[in-house]
Structures are given as structure tokens and as C-alpha cells.
């Protein structure tokens, strides 16, 4: 059984380390250790979405991921993979819609969300990096929208490196915390790219 020590590895590298390894496996277990609970998140997510069983144990300030990949039907991983993949993603890098005046580009941003959920047929996804996460995070004027997409089946995914850029990793209160592999293959497996 393999063990990879990702204790120290900045966002994404943990789950690019780890999808190296499965890439690897044929089918057994592999150990993963990471130094905080966004990480261990991120390999988590992204092993199940790989068809691997996860096991994760909290040791003090590590988790340590017990993998487990088994034979794999490439069929029916191919089906898996296109159901749960993402028709429509939105990008939004910025708590502002359009440049120029501030007061503005806040209202249209918030008009543009209120018409997402009152949409019949809704994205998928909604990726927030840069400032576009402190839409999701506490203080926001937009919040009850995103809270209400997100009950409307709208996965939403927050950049991590950019939440801890803004000090708001701890006020995130809709959607996940992300990483950069996660969203990268978010957009390259839409059918369609909305970026407001």
C-alpha cells in the first residue's frame, strides 16, 4: 500500500498528487495525509468522483484518506462521469458585475443571481474565484440568493487559495471550499461556459 505525505503542499497540489498515484493503481489502497480539513475535502471529493471508497481519519492537526479503488467498468464510468458532469457552469472572478462604477456593478451582480434562481432550467455549477468569493461568504448582500440556489441544486465552489487570500475561509456559508483542479475540470466538462 502506497502512503503519499501531502502535509505542506499548497492548493492543488494535494489532489494532483493523488490523482497521479490512482492514475498509477490498477486497484487497491492508497494512504493520503494532509495537514488541513480544506485539503482533506479536496481529496476526498475528488477520489469519489473517481469511483474510489474514502476512508478519512483525523490524527491531531493531520487526516489521513484511506483510498480504495477497486476494478473498475469503464463503461459505467463513462456513464457516471457524464451524468455527474456539469452542463452549464458559471465563472464569476469578481463580487462586482462589469467595470466602472462600484455601486453599479454591485446591483447588476445582484440582478443577475436573483435572475439565475428565478430561471426555469438553472446552472449546474456556480465557480466563485478572486472577489467573487465573498459573495458566498458571510456579510454578503447576495447570500439569501446563493443560499437559495444552492437549496435548487446549483453547486456552488469557492476558489480556497482566494478565500484565504480575503481572510474568509472560515466565513464561507454556502457551497464547498475548491481548488484549482476541481474548477479547471468543472470547465472544461461544461457544455456551456457562462462567464457574466
Known amino acids: 500500500m502506497s502512503v503519499l ?3 505542506g503542499l ?3 497540489q494535494p489532489v494532483m498528487t493523488t490523482k497521479r498515484a490512482l492514475d498509477q493503481l490498477k486497484e487497491g489502497d492508497l ?3 494532509v495537514d488541513n480539513a480544506t485539503s482533506s475535502n479536496n481529496v476526498e471529493r475528488f477520489a469519489r468522483s473517481q469511483g474510489c471508497s474514502v476512508e478519512v481519519e483525523e490524527k491531531g492537526q493531520d487526516f489521513s484518506l484511506r483510498i480504495h479503488k477497486g476494478k473498475v467498468d469503464k463503461e459505467a464510468k463513462l456513464s457516471r462521469e457524464k451524468e455527474s458532469a456539469p452542463k452549464v457552469v458559471v465563472y464569476i472572478n469578481s463580487h462586482l458585475l462589469g467595470d466602472g462604477d ?3 456593478g454591485s446591483f447588476l451582480m445582484k440582478a443577475f443571481l436573483r435572475t439565475l434562481l428565478d430561471l426555469e432550467e438553472r446552472p449546474n455549477r456556480l465557480i466563485l474565484i478572486n472577489s467573487g468569493v465573498q459573495l458566498a461568504s458571510e ?7 446563493l443560499i437559495a440556489l ?3 441544486g446549483v453547486e456552488i465552489l469557492s476558489c ?3 478565500l484565504d487570500f480575503y481572510g474568509l475561509k472560515e466565513k464561507l456559508k454556502v457551497g464547498v471550499v475548491s481548488n484549482m483542479h476541481e474548477i479547471i475540470q468543472s470547465m472544461l466538462e461544461a457544455d456551456c461556459l457562462i462567464r457574466p
Open 5 to 7: 505525505d501531502c502535509r
Open 10 to 12: 499548497a492548493c492543488p
Open 31 to 33: 494512504i493520503v495525509i
Open 102 to 104: 462600484d455601486a453599479l
Open 139 to 145: 456579510g454578503s448582500k447576495v447570500l439569501d440568493t
Open 150 to 152: 444552492s437549496e435548487n
Open 160 to 162: 480556497g487559495t482566494c
